[in-house]
């Protein structure tokens, strides 16, 4: 399990969700609807990004920067868990991150 995992440094495993704004005071300075929510499990440290979109080129922007991709890691250095989002996966190939889809309980919520 990811949560049981011994992580060593910051980005070694992150977590991601997408947020929908379905309220008219949800919305970003530049009139963002949508929002991209990542989390570093061995720092605790989340980022959330207010995005045009959902597709793949603004979730490559968002993993990027918050995980230092290339300036301080490579893709291949980190593993991403998130929800069974298409444009998440097509981001890590993209960026040759290693993604691992979580598993449904809807009894929980998520916490990324």
């Known amino acids: 399990m990811a ?3 011994n992580l060593t ?8 969700d ?4 379905k309220s008219k005071k949800m919305i970003g300075m530049s ?8 989390k570093d499990l061995w720092s605790g440290l989340r980022y959330l990004y207010p995005v045009a979109t959902k597709n793949s ?3 490559s ?3 990027k920067h918050f995980a230092g991709i290339p300036s301080i ?5 980190i593993n991403i868990y998130s929800e069974q989002s298409g ?3 097509k981001a890590c190939r993209v960026l040759g991150v290693l993604h691992d889809k979580s598993a449904w309980d809807s009894t929980k919520q998520c916490d990324a």
């Open 3 to 5: 949560f049981d995992r």
């Open 18 to 21: 997408h947020v929908d704004s």
């Open 73 to 77: 890691r490579k893709g291949c250095d």
């Open 57 to 59: 080129d603004d979730m």
């Open 9 to 16: 440094h910051s980005g070694e495993l992150l977590t991601s």
């Open 31 to 38: 009139g963002e609807k949508e929002a991209f929510v990542i």
């Open 61 to 63: 922007v968002c993993i």
């Open 87 to 89: 444009e998440i996966r």
